[in-house]
């Protein structure tokens, strides 16, 4: 195996990467005797692929310089890696980290104490800059001295936004929120991201991701959609239009406020959201409980004919009985996963009631051995 990489890339190894885990990842469906003749296969940009990141920030002795660090895995003490570039981020994640090094430094308040540098980008080169504090936020001075700054990058060509961050405090200079575009085969979807809440780091993979689940959806608008744990709604505004009615499900408040507002964005008149668990949704379905937070979302959860579930559980998996026969109740089910073993561990038991019709793996982490799947089964 390819050693993996951190901070860099290898562009002329690429190929080779993505063959040795794909073929890792197909051994051990084998193994575990799930069939897999045939799959789809999704690359990465081999460089400028990740729109998201975080760095802590090292100053020499006297603070007349920085270096943005990330940490090798598994070292005790952790083994620093310094970086003078960053070719895994966005082109805008880039500029910026050349910017701050330019500029950041003619600012005592704003270096002071600095330790961490957070960046959210998207397509259009746009980004949000975090900058986090060991110390307490002078919010006037801050901000002036942020609007120069911004004024420094806008004339070097790139649109920024700043937060700081301390200890119980969040100072926005503008917003923590940006507009990103989804591109699909036949239309553009737009999603708000909130900056330090979760967006697929990947964009290229994501939207593969999304188009592998439009593909597995083409003969459903007579029957209803839900997803538990839509985050930010990516999935659900991205599939909504293929289906008579969509239910998700989200139990974190600003997700699922962003959601809403993504819903709206995109124009979406047949989807709504509740804040709900995947065991509160079971225990509606089966009239066990009734729950306030789905009147409030002004759902009647029984006057949907649910037909297709999709999950993008963590990288635990499914982990029990529970939810694996809560899952095997619909008839078609579009599963991502980001961990081949607790898919493979879900797949042995889901596959005694459906079967794998479509396998698709997206590239979302080039240069290290994780990969990421799509897996439509639809019951026997």
């Known amino acids: 195996m390819l050693q993996t990489l951190i901070g860099k890339t290898d562009p002329q190894n690429y190929d080779q990467y993505l063959k040795e885990k794909i073929s890792n990842v197909v051994t051990l469906f084998k193994k575990n005797n799930l069939t897999i003749d045939n799959y789809s296969v999704f690359e990465s940009p081999k460089e400028y692929y990740r729109m998201r990141t975080e760095f802590c920030v090292f100053f020499n002795e006297d603070r007349s310089d920085f270096n943005f660090c990330m940490f090798e895995p598994n070292t005790k003490p952790k083994k620093r890696i310094e970086l003078q570039s960053f070719p895994v981020g966005s082109k805008a994640i880039n500029k910026a980290m050349q910017l701050l090094k330019k500029h950041l430094l003619s600012y005592n308040e704003l ?12 397509q259009s080169g746009e980004i949000i800059i975090a900058l986090n504090y060991h110390k307490a936020i002078n919010e006037i001075e801050f901000k002036k001295n942020i609007n120069d700054i911004k004024r420094l990058f806008l004339n070097e060509g790139l649109k920024a936004q700043f937060i700081g961050r301390a200890k119980k ?20 979807f737009y999603l708000y991201q909130v900056e330090g809440n979760f967006s697929q780091p990947n964009i290229y993979a994501c939207q593969n991701m999304v188009q592998f689940a439009r593909d597995c959806c083409t003969d459903c608008k007579n029957v209803d959609l839900i997803e538990l744990y ?3 709604g990516t999935f659900t505004v991205c599939l909504a239009d293929l289906f008579r009615k969509v239910m998700s499900t989200e139990v974190s408040r600003v997700p699922t406020n962003t959601a809403l507002k993504n819903i709206e964005k995109n124009n979406i008149k047949n989807t709504k959201i509740a804040r709900l668990s995947a065991v509160e949704v079971a225990l509606a379905l089966n009239n066990v409980r009734e729950f306030n937070r789905l009147k409030e979302a002004d759902i009647d ?10 999950i993008d559980p963590p990288r635990s998996g499914l982990c029990d009985k529970e939810a694996l026969d809560f899952t095997a109740r619909f008839d078609r089910v579009i599963y991502i996963s980001c961990n081949p073993e607790t898919l493979v561990s879900d797949l042995t038991y889901l596959t005694k009631t459906h079967e794998i019709k479509r396998i698709a793996f997206f590239d979302q982490f080039p240069y290290t051995n994780h990969l990421e799947s799509g897996i439509l089964l639809e019951k026997k």
């Open 111 to 122: 270096k002071h104490k600095l330790f961490q540098i957070d960046f959210l980008s998207n």
């Open 169 to 188: 405090q969040l100072i926005l200079a503008d917003t923590d929120t940006i507009l990103e575009t989804i591109h699909t085969k036949d239309r553009d």
């Open 230 to 232: 839509c985050g930010s």
């Open 301 to 310: 959860i029984h006057e949907y004919n649910f037909n297709t579930l999709l």
